[in-house]
């Protein structure tokens, strides 16, 4: 008889503060014994009245644990008693399963290797990060109609009937494609029906399911360079090839060698708003962009992401319904004019795939989120949307201004600020003698976090430059983060 007194530490097992119970703990020490070898194949134990005595502890605790072990096979009831099971595979312990008293002497099998697609990927930005000065992308959280939305919230979670509560349409809950598709025809010039309006958890969302849904492996994907990493890795990622396309003032700028020799199947686009150079793609670049998509067979992606903050004058109308029938997938989020954390966004996509593509969504992606879709179509069929733009465009434009001022006082090196058209960051050009990822590591060590422009490339770039958010940062306080940032940079160069 195996005297499992030695396997099983008495002390931790009769411990009162332990929240998880006792038979249960029981049951794992001696599941983990059988699994990692302690206690072998064939070997007896003791009698539950025996064990329960040796270890001080009621002896229904003692049957329940084996009667547990005995249910899913680490034991057999014998005429010897209580005995071990043979098991295939006794190595298969996992530390993390492990109780307090036992520690797994089994050496760990050496798991899967990542896709090779994905071991390049390696985002180290943590949530800290992103609240802090000058981190690009982040709208004014603490101006977020808080109280509205939860009200709006509430409601749709009173009015859910369990219906509600299982999978949902994988384009979306109707009334909030229908309200979308009313603000981007008013709003962005885009033309189309609800039928074309798909829902998805964000930009990056539909990039992932564009990459999947309009390209087979291996064909080329066009993406700005400098341009959104997200959309390079949602290429990568659904193993596309990416080619970095480099941009002039007026955006995306191939030039005929490349259509020629490097024709692509997807072409990642940001005309209101080039990010993160912020140049606005004129009329004439954009049509003869279309034109060119046409003959090459192309989809056009044209990524919206910030267009509702146009600091100069009335935006112009997305590129989605210049022509029709045009090639052009129209991505929208919710992450700028809303908040990051609610993950919706959405794709207007043509007409005559809107059906083939809703099959495969049925089959892509679960869709849920369904009291936030509600709130959403809520909020924006009752005007909050509009108010709540219409008071952060004129808000963000004088936290811009308040920037452009800070460096103009501040600012002791040469460089350039572009793209303040538009949206929720500028640029500032660094001279050759500040490396931008230098100037970006002395910033956050002072809990500041600009973006090196080079990290928005992937290599070659001729840009040396930080990418500075000023949304969620107040007009008076940037005065201060400015001398700030001059003041780590200056430290980081006397290194
Ligand atoms: C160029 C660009 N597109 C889209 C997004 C928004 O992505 P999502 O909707 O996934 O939050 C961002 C956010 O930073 C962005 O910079």
Known sequence: MTDLTLLLDRRSLRAKRHTVPLQRRLYELLRLAVLDGRLPAGSALPASRVLAHDLGVARNSVIHAYEQLAAEGYVQASRQGTVVAALRDRRAVASGHAVSGVSSAAAATPLPALSNRV??????????????????????????????????????????????LSYRPAMGELELRQAIATYVRAARGVVCTVDQVIVTDGTQDSLSLCAVALADVGQRAWIEHPGYGGARVACQAAGLKVVPVPMDEQGLAPSPMLWRRQPPRLIYTTPSHQYPLGSVMPLARRLALIEQAQAAGAWILEDDYDSEFRHDGPPLAAMQGLVPQAPVVYLGTFSKSMFPALRLGFMVVPANVSDRLQGALGDLVRRGLTAEQTALAAFINEGHFTKHLRKMRPLYAQRQTALREALSRHWPWPGEVLGGACGLHLVLTLPPHIHDVDAAEAAMKKGLSPRPLSAYGMGGLPHNGLVLGYANTPAEQMDARVRQLVRAITAGLAR
């Open 119 to 164: 071991q390049a990927f390696n985002r180290r930005r943590t949530v800290e990060q992103d609240l802090l000065p000058f981190m690009p992308g982040i709208p004014a959280l603490d101006e977020f109609p808080m109280r509205t939305w939860r009200r709006l919230l509430n409601a749709a979670w009173r009015e859910q009937s369990p219906s509600l």
